[in-house]
């Protein structure tokens, strides 16, 4: 007993991946292939009929009308407008916020709140605020004489205000990795630079934004992996409605299994999403390190 | 010269006091939605359908009655709690090792494939697993839950742990294994305690990850094991839709995370922003 105890702690490092290691491929590896051969059948969830092979079939139809184009192209619509402007107001807000104050600590644990309460509670408040008849947003416009927007239920602004709540819940993500990557910036960057006289705005063009390129790059990298796949929000507030208005890659796949029971397909979209997305991520990372090179 | 002091004294009192009107502002930006929340879990219906009464209103607690005992919350805070929790405490129980290992082995193709996992959208494995879970007859079930569950949690936990573990000086280690410990001993008398704050940081994140989570229980969940988010979703499935009692139902599902950001504040930043910042 005892020699196997000795034996086990020698090789503690494979003792301590091994159930892991057991974990990813049950539950990651497998799931991927099982997807993958399931895109090449074409099923409906019934015990009585077998897969049946098909061969590209899933991946054909998805591009024989419209609606998976345009799902992948609202992915990305999302996905850009959302980083780029979350990435420039959360760059601006820690700058701003980068100087001592009374109550600092209260207006960071504020900025914590939209990333860390739960998104289908997020999204039934803005569903409420955009309520086109007693939402708060429209009453305001209205106040001032504007006109009554729909803001969920009509197909051309839907996906812009389900942007807005994006935008909304993680600027505040961009702005504390910056506001913590300003505190590593070395204070003589500054004290050398002041000595030659530059104002306020020439540093933090000078010298304050390109040493934080590294870290504006890393938050652009983990906000693009995470926005891609945004689902809680548009699920809880439109389901990709109106019609398919809303419908990014992550909505029309789980749509396609879970509404219509088409798996095949289902399993097609899917493994677009996987490869897009990994792919977006695989060039981020390289693009990454180059930057850093640079320094 | 006198002038020019009182001048600057004045322009530095303007520009802080617009200092504070912008954080000010930012403030109510950041917070309108919660404060909309509790405002309107305190009206009755007719007082949020009437326009007139966005803020002049009688508050009532009827909403949280009903949230409890018409709607039945007690039982989705239970079965949210408890997945939750038993994720969390699995993550941390499978995690912490593997962290430490991959780490001070130096294992590159695991720690990449463990970004691979956090990278790929969690969709991907939910078909499969759906499918799978069905012939096993465990949809529905706490354990197909807290599994899926850990899909998120494990590699969270890995991932915030691993340059933990590794900024601790390995003289440390050395120092025990120099006193006759055994690897296992060191692990668990060493680096464990010496790393509280971390895993303590990669415990509280994974359980509000779980906590929040909709998707897996979306498909998952019976109606026994109902979690929080589902409850809440539920609601506008009504024809008529609830507001009084969806917003009393997201106070009672943010309170906690709230509470816990506000004392864990330090912990949840350094969690979230885990792998962004180095030195």
Same mark, same amino acid.
């Given at each position: 007993?005892r020699?196997?105890?000795?034996?086990?702690?020698?090789r503690?490092?494979?003792?301590?991946?091994v159930?892991t290691?057991?974990f990813?491929?049950g539950m $990651?590896l497998?799931p991927?292939?099982y997807?993958?051969v399931?895109?090449?059948h074409s099923?409906?969830?019934?015990?009585?009929i077998?897969?049946e092979?098909i061969?590209?079939?899933?991946?054909a139809s998805?591009?024989?009308d419209?609606?998976?184009?345009l799902a992948?192209?609202? /992915?990305f619509? *999302?996905?850009?407008i959302?980083l780029i402007?979350?990435?420039?107001l959360? $760059?601006?807000?820690?700058?701003?916020l980068?100087?001592s104050?009374?109550?600092k600590n209260?207006v960071?644990?504020?900025?914590?709140?939209p990333?860390v309460?739960t998104?289908v509670?997020i999204?039934m408040v803005?569903k409420?605020i955009y309520?086109?008849?007693i939402g708060?947003l429209?009453?305001?416009?209205?106040g001032?004489?504007?006109?009554?927007?729909?803001? +969920?239920?009509d197909s051309?602004i839907?996906?812009?205000?389900?942007?807005?709540v994006d935008?909304?819940?993680?600027t505040?993500?961009?702005?504390?990795i910056?506001l #913590? %990557?300003?505190?590593?910036?070395?204070?003589?960057c500054?004290?050398?630079?002041?000595?030659?006289?530059a104002?306020r705005?020439?540093?933090?063009?000078k010298i304050t934004?390109?040493?934080?390129?590294?870290?504006?790059?890393t938050?652009?990298?983990?906000?693009?992996?995470d926005v891609?796949?945004?689902?809680?929000?548009i699920?809880?507030?439109t389901?990709?409605g109106?019609?398919y208005?809303t419908e990014?890659?992550?909505?029309?796949?789980f749509?396609? #299994?879970f509404?219509?029971m088409q *798996?095949?397909?289902?399993g097609? /979209?899917l493994?677009?999403?996987?490869v897009?997305?990994l792919?977006?991520?695989?060039l981020t990372?390289?693009?990454k390190?180059?930057?850093?090179v640079d320094? | 010269? %006198?002038?020019?002091? $009182?001048?600057?004294?004045?322009?530095?009192?303007?520009?802080k006091?617009s200092f *504070?009107i912008?954080?000010?502002f930012i403030l109510v930006?950041?917070l309108f939605p919660f404060?909309?929340m509790l405002l309107?879990?305190?009206?009755?219906?007719?007082?949020?359908l009437?326009v007139d009464?966005?803020?002049?209103?009688?508050p009532?607690?009827k909403?949280?009655?009903?949230?409890?005992?018409?709607?039945?919350f007690?039982?989705?805070i239970?079965n949210? !709690?408890l997945i939750?929790f038993?994720? /969390? $405490?699995i #993550?941390l129980?499978?995690?912490?090792p593997a962290a430490?290992a991959?780490g001070r082995?130096?294992?590159?193709?695991?720690?990449?494939?463990?970004l691979?996992i956090r990278i790929?959208?969690?969709i991907?494995f939910l078909?499969?697993?759906?499918l799978i !879970? /069905?012939? +096993?007859?465990? @949809?529905?079930t706490?354990?197909?839950?807290i599994?899926?569950?850990l899909?998120?949690?494990l590699p969270?936990?890995?991932?915030?742990m691993?340059p933990?573990?590794?900024?601790?000086?390995?003289e440390l280690?050395e120092? #025990?294994?120099?006193?006759?410990?055994?690897?296992f001993? @060191?692990?668990?008398?060493?680096?464990?305690?010496?790393?509280?704050p971390?895993v303590l940081?990669?415990?509280?994140l994974?359980f509000?990850?779980s906590w929040?989570?909709?998707m897996?229980?979306l498909?998952?969940?019976?109606?026994?094991?109902? @979690?929080?988010?589902i409850?809440?979703y539920q609601?506008i499935?009504?024809?008529?839709?609830?507001? %009084?009692?969806i917003?009393?139902a997201s106070?009672v599902i @943010?309170?906690?995370?709230?509470l816990i950001s506000?004392f864990?504040?330090?912990?949840?930043?350094?969690g979230?922003?885990?792998?962004a910042?180095?030195g």
């Amino acid at each position: 007993m005892r020699k196997i105890g000795k034996w086990l702690d020698k090789r503690l490092y494979y003792v301590f991946t091994v159930p892991t290691i057991i974990f990813v491929l049950g539950m $990651v590896l497998f799931p991927i292939i099982y997807t993958f051969v399931l895109s090449f059948h074409s099923w409906r969830m019934s015990a009585n009929i077998p897969w049946e092979f098909i061969g590209l079939e899933n991946y054909a139809s998805l591009f024989g009308d419209t609606r998976f184009p345009l799902a992948v192209f609202r /992915t990305f619509l *999302f996905a850009a407008i959302a980083l780029i402007i979350e990435v420039i107001l959360g $760059v601006a807000i820690a700058l701003f916020l980068n100087r001592s104050f009374w109550g600092k600590n209260i207006v960071k644990t504020a900025f914590l709140l939209p990333m860390v309460a739960t998104p289908v509670a997020i999204g039934m408040v803005w569903k409420l605020i955009y309520e086109p008849n007693i939402g708060i947003l429209n009453s305001v416009i209205r106040g001032m004489g504007g006109p009554k927007i729909d803001w +969920l239920g009509d197909s051309a602004i839907a996906i812009y205000s389900l942007i807005g709540v994006d935008i909304w819940q993680w600027t505040p993500f961009v702005m504390l990795i910056v506001l #913590a %990557g300003l505190t590593s910036i070395p204070m003589d960057c500054y004290e050398s630079a002041m000595i030659d006289g530059a104002t306020r705005w020439q540093t933090t063009r000078k010298i304050t934004l390109p040493l934080l390129r590294p870290t504006i790059f890393t938050a652009i990298l983990l906000r693009l992996i995470d926005v891609l796949k945004t689902f809680d929000i548009i699920y809880s507030m439109t389901q990709g409605g109106p019609g398919y208005s809303t419908e990014t890659m992550n909505i029309l796949s789980f749509r396609q #299994a879970f509404e219509f029971m088409q *798996f095949g397909q289902s399993g097609a /979209t899917l493994i677009i999403f996987f490869v897009i997305v990994l792919g977006i991520a695989a060039l981020t990372i390289k693009l990454k390190s180059r930057v850093e090179v640079d320094f | 010269m %006198g002038d020019r002091i $009182v001048g600057s004294k004045k322009s530095k009192m303007i520009r802080k006091i617009s200092f *504070f009107i912008i954080i000010i502002f930012i403030l109510v930006v950041v917070l309108f939605p919660f404060v909309w929340m509790l405002l309107a879990s305190f009206k009755k219906n007719a007082d949020i359908l009437n326009v007139d009464k966005m803020f002049d209103f009688i508050p009532t607690l009827k909403n949280y009655i009903s949230v409890f005992i018409d709607y039945s919350f007690l039982k989705p805070i239970f079965n949210s !709690f408890l997945i939750s929790f038993a994720a /969390t $405490v699995i #993550a941390l129980f499978l995690g912490l090792p593997a962290a430490y290992a991959i780490g001070r082995a130096r294992m590159h193709l695991f720690s990449g494939i463990i970004l691979m996992i956090r990278i790929v959208p969690a969709i991907s494995f939910l078909v499969p697993w759906y499918l799978i !879970f /069905t012939k +096993l007859k465990l @949809t529905g079930t706490y354990t197909s839950l807290i599994v899926c569950h850990l899909i998120v949690s494990l590699p969270m936990i890995i991932w915030i742990m691993m340059p933990y573990f590794e900024s601790i000086p390995k003289e440390l280690e050395e120092a #025990a294994k120099i006193d006759g410990a055994s690897n296992f001993g @060191t692990f668990m008398k060493i680096m464990i305690p010496l790393s509280t704050p971390g895993v303590l940081t990669s415990g509280i994140l994974t359980f509000i990850f779980s906590w929040n989570n909709f998707m897996f229980a979306l498909i998952l969940c019976s109606s026994k094991t109902t @979690t929080l988010p589902i409850a809440i979703y539920q609601f506008i499935s009504y024809s008529n839709v609830d507001w %009084g009692g969806i917003m009393a139902a997201s106070v009672v599902i @943010t309170l906690p995370i709230i509470l816990i950001s506000f004392f864990l504040q330090r912990h949840i930043i350094t969690g979230l922003t885990a792998g962004a910042v180095k030195g």
